[in-house]
């Protein structure tokens, strides 16, 4: 049996990281149905039985109804896959979504919060679970009893794996309980970066987000391609978005001017199809001015400059010598001392007063 796994489109998001380059969010948004089509398309050329999609489809605040129905026809070309929605956090079953309003198409089914066995044929089933709410503490999907673990038997849900504390609303999940359930393959959503093909005789499977959000996701984005039969398994990631989201580091201890960091800028070798943040680091001897490296650099796919230097003076020579400089160093640091200040802050405070000084 040949399935295709994908999770995390959120279809409408707002993209408010590049919110202030103008058109770029709306653009980002065609380019989220581009790779749906890419994905429909991949299913037909290669007969894929069964499309899963593992919740965060759509943005239910910003879902346009245009979006719906663009999803809804593509699912129409492919009548003889079985598509399966397991509804996340960000795209609940609730009253008012598309996912209980809207007519789709019969070969789509879609999950509720009761975990529900769908059989694909007679050794074939999938179970699911699905959001009915925002937010998700329990599931009860580590107490789910496989029928018949001679079949192939697929869960599909949302939720966090070994979730942090502030994951425990989205569907908690415990790694080593999922696998004593049985299942051949648990395709899950929720985490954006891809697991897949990562240990031995693996069961459960992310595929990430298909479209990057932005930099907190760097790299490709795709989907999993799998080839399931018995006792045997075979994954595949397939890279969807024809973007990546990219860093790029400069160290400007050497340097001694804005216009030193916008040489290095333009030296760099950028991918005109992907999108930059520019991270300058190292000690500063001057004042960085990152509005005029922008406006001076003109570079369409550099949507980021982020200053992360450090200050390029000894803190603890000046703060020993006699005279004016020194005694307003020794009051910064007693200050930090006192009321317990962050350092980088009161460096920075430092910096802008011995440059007034």
């Known amino acids: 049996m040949k399935f295709v796994h994908i999770a995390d489109l959120h279809l409408d998001a707002k993209f408010d990281n590049l919110g202030q380059i103008e058109g770029l969010p709306t653009k980002r948004r065609i380019e989220q149905r581009k790779a749906m089509r890419d994905i429909i398309n991949y299913v037909k050329e290669n007969n894929i ?92 999907i580590e107490e789910i009893k496989i029928e018949d673990k001679k079949d192939i038997n697929i869960l599909l849900t949302h939720g966090a794996l070994e979730g942090s504390t502030e994951e425990r609303e989205y569907n908690p999940l415990k790694s080593h309980k999922l696998k004593k359930l049985g299942f051949d ?28 959000l932005g930099f907190d996701e760097l790299g490709q984005r795709g989907m999993l391609v799998g080839k399931l039969e018995k006792n045997s398994l075979e994954v595949e990631f ?15 201890t050497n340097f001694s001017s804005n216009e030193d960091i916008i040489t290095q800028i333009e030296e760099l070798e950028l991918k005109e199809e992907n999108f930059y943040k520019i991270i300058i680091t190292g000690k500063r001897f001057f004042k960085i001015d990152i509005d005029e490296i922008k406006k001076t650099l003109q570079i369409e796919n550099i949507i980021k400059i982020k200053d992360k230097t450090k200050i390029g003076i000894d803190i603890e020579s000046l703060q020993k010598e006699n005279n004016i400089k020194g005694i307003f160093v020794r009051k910064m640091l007693k200050k930090q001392e006192d009321e317990n200040l962050d350092k980088e802050f009161i460096e920075k405070a430092i910096e802008i007063g011995l440059e007034v000084l």
């Open 49 to 140: 039985e069964i499309l899963l999609i593992a919740g965060d489809l759509y943005e239910q605040n910003y879902i346009k109804k245009s979006s719906i129905e663009y999803i809804n026809n593509l699912f129409l070309e492919i009548p003889n896959t079985q598509i399966f929605i397991s509804p996340g956090n960000h795209d609940p079953y609730i009253q008012n979504s598309f996912y209980a309003t809207y007519n789709w198409a019969e070969n789509v089914h879609i999950f509720k919060e009761k975990i529900e066995k769908i059989d694909i044929d007679e050794k074939t089933h999938i179970y699911g679970y699905g959001f009915t709410d925002f937010y998700c503490k329990e599931s009860e």
């Open 185 to 212: 393959y648990i395709a899950l959503g929720h985490i954006h970066k891809p697991y897949y093909n990562e240990e031995k005789n693996q069961e459960i499977f992310y595929p990430g987000s298909i479209v990057s």
């Open 238 to 252: 397939i890279p969807v978005d024809k973007r990546e989201f990219e860093e790029k580091e400069i160290d400007i």
